[in-house]
C-alpha cells in the first residue's frame, strides 16, 4: 500500500499564507513528479501544481506567482507553498502521485 498523508490546512485571512506538506509512504522512493489538485464546494477537482522528475514546476495560472511546489526526497514529502492567499483559494487540498494514489485532502479556508 502507498499512502498519502496530507497537513497544514487551516484558516487564514485574505493576504496570509499557509504551507501544506504531503508526507508519502511505502512503495515510494522519490516524491518528484507528483501534483496538488483542490476542490471547492460545488466544483469539480482541478489541477494546481506538479514538480517534475527533475523537481521543475509546473503552476496553473490561477496561482502562478503566489504557490510554490517543492519535494524532499530524503523526507518523502512534497510542500506547497501558499502566499497572498485569496477568498477564491478555499478548497480542499489533495496530493496525487501517478498512476492513481491521493491523499485524504486537507481543507483551506480565506476568509477575513
Known amino acids: 500500500q502507498v499512502q498519502l498523508v496530507e497537513s497544514g490546512g487551516g484558516l487564514v485571512q485574505p493576504g496570509g499564507s499557509l504551507r501544506l506538506s504531503c508526507a508519502a509512504s511505502?512503495?515510494?522512493?522519490?516524491?518528484?513528479?507528483m501534483d496538488w489538485y483542490r476542490q471547492a464546494p460545488g466544483k469539480e477537482r482541478e489541477w494546481v501544481a506538479s514538480?517534475?522528475?527533475?523537481?521543475?514546476?509546473v503552476y496553473a495560472d490561477s496561482v502562478k506567482g503566489r504557490f510554490t511546489i517543492s519535494g524532499d526526497n530524503a523526507k518523502k514529502t512534497v510542500y506547497l507553498q501558499m502566499n497572498g492567499l485569496k477568498p477564491e483559494d478555499t478548497a480542499v487540498y489533495y496530493c496525487?502521485?501517478?498512476?492513481?494514489?491521493w491523499g485524504q485532502g486537507t481543507q483551506v479556508t480565506v476568509s477575513s
Open positions: 511505502g512503495s515510494i522512493f522519490v516524491v518528484t513528479g
Open positions: 496525487k502521485k501517478d498512476p492513481n494514489y
Open positions: 514538480i517534475g522528475t527533475y523537481g521543475n514546476p
